[in-house]
């Protein structure tokens, strides 16, 4: 297990930001948990939403009391592509569950299960790739709370491979998913319903004023006096970049000037990424108005806010999604958005109010033509997605449901 260093916030900066009362139940929660040890635990520290999460949710934790940690699990390549089969898995894909496979699984959680010595409050645990450590773990962890996190969607998963994990989820005193429909009946776990959220102070989301989005995102080609039509997104099928081709191809029939980014960070637990990043670059064939870009090419997080802040239209053209943060971050910056009707993505947007939900290419880039074609009424319907996004999908909320658990937790312990 590795470290990650999280740095510091302060949940008095958020004030001007967030609703009024949240912040006075925020501490009225936090002082019974005063110095009450948490840990976190997921696959990675770098790209996809719960690095990003994290990094933002554990300093607001330290900041009103707590003591929270992240650890990262070390694994070899094998490992990923194992456990990114389990995540293709519970959202459906089928999978081959040979012996191989589960004690590659089950020797890495178990290895790193042996380096968690301390004592914590609460053990936090994300997503599928650590979920069996709470099964591996020393007697020393069995004094915490265990709280299995998983932010996929699980509703229609591989039936074996949910079977196998179910004995692993059983041992966790809560489970956390993001909408009720994607826990499976009889998880066996009391279960909380808690969506994610986004910073808005973060580097990624703090205002940028036109002149400095522009300035960024021409360092990479693009030409801020014609249309970007933009999707920020791991290289992965589930999020449909050949999809978001397709409509922008669409789209460039009527309107010759439009241009495209697809922007997707590598993440270290995704090794089909690397696979799938080739499959796009073919796809596009060297198309000057196409930008396919990464932390490859320098794209930090400065950057994807200069590109969202930017961008005419803000797609994540999903086929499957657990969240969906990207669609947050583009209403957050007041852009219209055009995405996937599936998993959290309703949650976000109420169609044609404050953005658009697609489910074909077709209807993308019909969705991204009207939005061309009237900018003043797609920004008001962008603004009113701004004000949902800040009522219920800023960093400060999620601090306080994890808060009501924790006390939650601790009361069933009295
Ligand atoms: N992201 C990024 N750079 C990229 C691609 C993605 O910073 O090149 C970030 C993106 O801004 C968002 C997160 O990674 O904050 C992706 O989270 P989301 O919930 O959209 O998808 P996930 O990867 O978790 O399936």
Not at 46 to 61: D, K, N, Q, R, S
Request: include cysteine.
């Amino acid at each position: 297990m590795r470290s990650v260093n999280v740095g510091r916030k302060f949940l008095a900066d958020y004030q001007s930001i967030i609703l009024k009362d949240l912040l006075a139940e925020i501490k009225e929660l936090a002082a019974p948990l005063e110095g009450r040890r948490v840990l976190h635990v997921n696959a990675t520290s770098f790209g996809g939403g719960v690095a990003e999460i994290l990094y933002t949710l554990l300093p607001l934790m330290n900041d009103v009391g707590l003591q929270a940690e992240w650890q990262v699990m070390t694994a070899e390549r094998e490992f990923f592509d194992v456990t990114k089969s389990f995540h293709n898995g519970l959202q459906g894909a089928p999978v081959e569950l040979t012996d191989e496979v589960r004690s590659v699984y089950e020797d890495i959680n178990r290895r790193n299960a042996a380096q968690l010595t301390s004592d914590y409050d609460f053990v936090v645990i994300h997503d599928p790739q650590p979920c069996a450590m709470r099964t591996f773990v020393a007697d020393g962890g069995r004094e915490a709370s265990w709280i299995w996190r998983c932010h996929i969607d699980t509703s229609t998963p591989d039936q074996a491979l949910y079977d196998y994990l179910l004995p692993f989820i059983r041992r966790y005193d809560r489970a956390i998913y993001t909408v009720a429909g994607y826990a499976p009946d009889g998880l066996g776990v009391p279960l909380e319903v808690v969506p994610p959220a986004i910073d808005p102070l973060a580097p990624k989301n703090m205002t940028l004023v036109p002149d400095d989005a522009h300035y960024i995102v021409r360092q990479f080609g693009i030409d801020v006096d014609r249309p970007l039509l933009l999707q920020v997104s791991r290289f992965d099928p589930w999020k449909d970049p050949l999809g978001v081709v397709d409509a922008y191809r669409a789209v460039k029939q009527r309107w010759p000037g439009v241009q495209l980014a697809l922007i997707g960070s590598m993440a270290s637990d995704d090794p089909e990424g690397w696979d799938y990043l080739e499959k796009l670059t073919a796809y596009v064939g060297g198309d000057p108005d196409v930008f396919v870009l990464s932390n490859l090419d320098n794209i930090g997080s400065v950057e994807v806010n200069a590109f969202q802040s930017h961008a005419a239209v803000v797609m994540q053209k999903s086929t499957r999604e657990g969240f969906g943060l990207t669609v947050s971050e583009g209403l957050w910056k007041a852009r219209p958005v055009v995405a996937g009707d599936v998993g959290g993505i309703p949650l976000q947007i109420e169609d044609g109010v404050t953005g658009f939900l697609v489910d074909s290419s077709a209807a993308c880039a019909q969705r991204c033509l009207e939005i061309l074609d009237r900018p003043e009424w797609a920004h008001a319907m962008a603004r009113k997605g701004k004000e949902h996004v800040r009522e219920h999908f800023l960093t400060p909320r999620l601090l306080r449901d994890y808060l009501r658990i924790f006390n939650g937790l601790l009361a069933g312990r009295a």
